[in-house]
């Protein structure tokens, strides 16, 4: 539990070799957006999540808690999800002293493809030099938050 930091990016291409990264396969469900609290699996380890506001309102750090959850809550949590469950595949790229979290997202969202990086600090955050294959920051657009994509009507 603490503060997350994190900048979020579109991409231009997809990197060399990204079939060679480690992975995770994560599916999440919202319970509420305003604050949001999701339920997560990952592989085979199940969550909740709790993510605050951050001290300056910005998109760019929150407070974020996490609570381990068995399969069995898990799967009940994310029946009771509150719009649209979000699937996706998260590629770990090392990129300087960072990992950059790619994530390909499956229906109803194939074709988005969003990368994620997180920071100590914001200052770190901040003066983080983004590789070339990286597009426009998003951090601050909601429409490329999950939490927002939970509530996108089809």
Same mark, same amino acid.
């Given at each position: ?9 579109? !991409?231009?291409?997809?990197? *060399? ?20 609290? /999701?339920?997560?699996? #990952? ?19 929150? #407070? ?39 994530? !390909? ?7 988005? !493809? ?12 901040? *003066? ?16 490329? /938050? ?9």
């Amino acid at each position: 539990m603490g503060m997350e930091i994190e900048r979020k990016f579109t !991409i231009k291409h997809l990197p *060399d070799n990204v079939e060679s990264y480690g992975f995770h396969i994560i599916e999440q469900a919202y319970l509420t957006t305003e604050p949001v609290i /999701r339920v997560r699996r #990952e592989d085979d380890r199940y969550y909740m999540t709790y993510k605050g506001v951050g001290g300056d309102n910005t998109s760019l750090a929150h #407070e974020e808690y996490n609570l381990a959850l068995t399969e069995e809550s898990y799967r009940t949590l994310s029946s009771k999800a509150d719009g649209n469950v979000i699937r996706k595949k998260r590629i770990l790229i090392p990129y300087m002293d960072h990992t950059i979290e790619l994530d !390909i997202f499956d229906e109803p969202f194939k074709g988005l !493809i969003i990368a994620e990086v997180e920071f100590a600090t914001e200052d770190k955050a901040n *003066d983080f030099t983004p590789p070339e294959w990286f597009a426009e920051d998003v951090t601050d657009r909601k429409e490329y /938050r999950n939490s927002y994509l939970s509530r996108k009507k089809f």
